[in-house]
């Protein structure tokens, strides 16, 4: 099956800082999402990108299908965005629909 | 538009009791997914329905676990003789069937089996 792997694994930002986040899968996609996991637990979609590039206020995704990866980057990063942020993938066809998660980056910023 | 609820927000439970979660999607969405994580992991996804249809089950859902979405609304997640092992954040997303199939999830029901 698809393999999902996320780097850093941790990450330790002051406030105003910029950052990039990575995401790599093992096998051609056609659905891929970031999501947001906050301190509390809450999972939230930033963004549906299996390909190319958005912007959504300060964070911005790029996808680059070809060559099987993933950037999430957060730009004057603020206490709020901490938490854990989660690349999933899949390939839908047929009936498929298992989203395959990676393990995560774990991002602190601090005031 | 309220989002994906999700009932209760924790359970607290003994081994060998079973438990029952609920799941309300975002109300035009047609399909409905279930998922669990453990700390430290990403969600695992557990099944899915399409309308009340449930079209894929993991083989992490085991004959204890049974899931159901009989008028392709709301949905309810059983587990028959919990054990130590279930204890998890068990959650519950909702898309509609289009091209994206974007996910949006509820806050999850935290379950501790003692």
């Known amino acids: 099956g698809i393999q999902v792997e996320q780097s850093p694994p941790d990450l330790i930002l002051q406030e105003g800082a910029n950052s990039t986040l990575r995401c790599n899968f093992s096998d051609s996609v056609n659905n891929l999402q970031w999501f947001h996991q906050n301190p509390w637990g809450q999972l939230i979609n930033l963004f549906y990108i299996p390909s190319g590039t958005k912007q959504n206020g300060r964070l911005s995704a790029t996808t680059v299908a070809t060559e099987r990866y993933s950037l999430l980057y957060i730009s004057s990063s603020q206490t709020t965005d901490s938490g854990v942020y989660f690349c999933?993938?899949?390939?839908?066809?047929?009936?498929?629909?298992?989203?395959?998660w990676g393990l995560g980056t774990s991002l602190a910023v601090n005031p | 538009d309220t989002g994906v609820s999700q009932d209760p927000r924790h359970k607290i439970t003994k081994r060998g009791q079973n438990v029952t979660f609920r799941c309300d999607p975002i109300s035009e969405h047609n399909r409905l997914y279930w998922y669990r994580q453990t700390l430290g992991q990403g969600p695992e996804f557990l099944t899915y329905?399409?309308?009340?249809?449930?079209?894929?089950k993991s083989r992490l859902l085991s004959d204890r676990f049974s899931a159901e979405r009989p008028k392709g609304s709301f949905s309810t997640l059983e587990i028959q003789r919990t054990e130590q092992g279930d204890s998890a954040m068990y959650l519950c997303?909702?898309?509609?069937?289009?091209?994206?199939?974007?996910?949006?999830f509820g806050p999850g029901t935290r379950l501790t089996v003692l």
């Open positions: 997303a909702s898309s509609l069937a289009q091209a994206t199939d974007t996910q949006y």
């Open positions: 999933a993938v899949l390939n839908n066809a047929g009936n498929n629909r298992k989203l395959i």
């Open positions: 329905f399409q309308n009340e249809a449930q079209l894929e």
